[in-house]
């Protein structure tokens, strides 16, 4: 039964409004658009997303869409082959890798083959060598409650599910991508209690880790500034790999202003360095 608060019908309002503000000419100024809240917030992604969460046509090749790899799915062999050789010298990842390849199943992603990893999508390579940084950081995730901005279509959640046993683990996103993340989530079976929120559905909340792969970075200040209230100070842990590709009008924080505002935050470098100005954001410490 569909109800009123029911995520098909919420996913089904969103359709409407980007319709309508695709729809929107100079000669209809009353009728709203929407406002990008972030770079992926744009009309192509989130009509994909939209796309491949109903239709199996879709979701059997989104990860080769040309419109989703805009925002996602777009490293090259070359930046896969920097991230292989860090899982290659991590023996317990490395160990892991032929349940972790798993994350290749569905939408039909671009395969290459590697030293010692075998072969692997560059963007699975990449969510394994994110696997690498939070067991450095804080050692395992099990029992913890995580919650992950910006979810991509699930698949570093799915990863981190199946290597560690976290609790619950809470996606962020807007509504198309949740609904693509959960119906790819929806083929694996995983350890944890997965919810998929809105920011407008996101209580505050005090989780034991909060991560996000570049797309805190890529929001605009004032929808920062709400992630900061709800979940990122209160976090008793944190991880964020930087970018400063937004446009200037989105006034997003910088990696520093971050450092001050996280208590006890550490900017590092990232590991393999994907563009000049990245880094990593970590808070909190290892163990429980």
Known sequence: ???????????????????????RTNADPAMPTRWSTSLSDNESYPQACLRASYDYRHFNRFRIDPSYNQILESLSRDEG??????????????????????????????????????????TTLRYASVLIDLKRHFGSLNGLSVCEIGVGYGGQC????????PATYCL????????????????????????????????????????SNYAFSE????????????????????????????????????????KVMLLGARVLPEMPLTHPGNCVIVWGQLGP
Do not use: C
Request: hydrophobic share 45%; no cysteine; aromatic share 10%.
């Open 1 to 23: 039964m569909q109800t009123a608060d029911s995520p098909l019908t919420r996913l089904m309002g969103w359709g409407r409004d980007l319709v309508r503000g695709l729809l």
């Open 81 to 122: 082959a920097r991230y292989a050789e860090l899982v290659a010298g991590d023996a317990e990842v490395l160990s892991a890798m032929p349940l972790l390849k798993a994350n290749d199943d569905y939408g039909s992603p671009q395969l290459f083959d590697y030293p010692v990893v075998g072969r692997v999508s560059p």
């Open 158 to 165: 799915r990863m981190a599910s199946t290597f560690f046993r």
């Open 172 to 211: 962020v996103d807007i509504q198309p991508a949740l609904a693509l993340a959960q119906r790819y989530l929806d083929h694996y079976v995983l350890h944890s209690v997965i919810a998929f929120k809105t920011l407008n559905e996101l209580p505050r909340t005090p989780f034991d880790l909060v991560m």
């Open 219 to 258: 929001l605009r200040r004032e929808v920062q500034d709400v992630y900061m209230e709800r979940v990122l100070t209160l976090a008793r842990r944190g991880y964020i790999t930087y970018n400063e590709i937004s446009p200037a009008e989105f006034n997003s924080y910088s990696a520093a202003e971050l």
